[in-house]
């Protein structure tokens, strides 16, 4: 994550921050009570999030992934079947957070025993062709550049999810030059 980047969920929080978000709630508390109580708010929270994000599209969401495995990195990309923006927030990674960056684009950074994946939601632009879907599809997994393919054939799920929050994003869009790292 990044300065202006908004954290939705991490399964990692800080605690003492919580703690201190909760404090009226812990009071009587002993440390390793309050450490059980806040864990098990902000696993509250994530169920709280999906209930808000339950926000149906009418075309599939892509999930463009970056995985750090122990012999290197690999592309992939997928489509999320139900179409809804709640099911992008499922995770089998060790440490998972969910954000969105200051261009609108749903991410997540996932870490695990083998290394760090890097996740991008995005959902197929009205115009695009099932040709244009599959050479983009092809060329993320034969892990070529698709930095231009992604900015000109999807659209970012900010504006749905900044609706839900309440969240400004840049009033004019920009090429998101985030790269998958």
């Not at 999810?161 to 790292?181: A, C, D, F, Q």
Request: hydrophobic share 35%; charged share 30%; with cysteine.
């Amino acid at each position: 994550m990044k300065k202006n980047d908004r954290l939705l969920w991490t399964n990692c929080p800080d605690i003492n921050a919580l703690c201190r978000k909760y404090e009226k709630e812990l009071v009587g508390l002993s440390d390793s009570e309050k450490r059980h109580t806040v864990l098990e708010m902000n696993a509250d929270a994530l169920t709280d999030i999906r209930k808000a994000l339950d926000i149906w599209l009418d075309r599939p969401i892509l999930l463009i992934a970056k995985y750090g495995l122990w012999d290197g990195t690999r592309s992939s990309i997928s489509e999320i079947g139900s179409n809804n923006i709640k099911d992008c927030l499922y995770s089998n990674c060790d440490v998972i957070t969910w954000f969105l960056d200051s261009q609108g684009d749903l991410r997540a950074d996932g870490k695990h025993e083998m290394g760090i994946n890097h996740y991008l939601y995005r959902t197929w632009k009205d115009d695009v062709t099932p040709r244009q879907k599959q050479m983009m599809m092809q060329r993320v997994s034969d892990g070529m550049p698709v930095e231009r393919d992604i900015a000109s054939l999807t659209r970012p799920l900010g504006k749905e999810i900044s609706r839900v929050y309440g969240w400004k994003l840049p009033t004019k869009p920009s090429h998101n030059k985030r790269r998958m790292k």
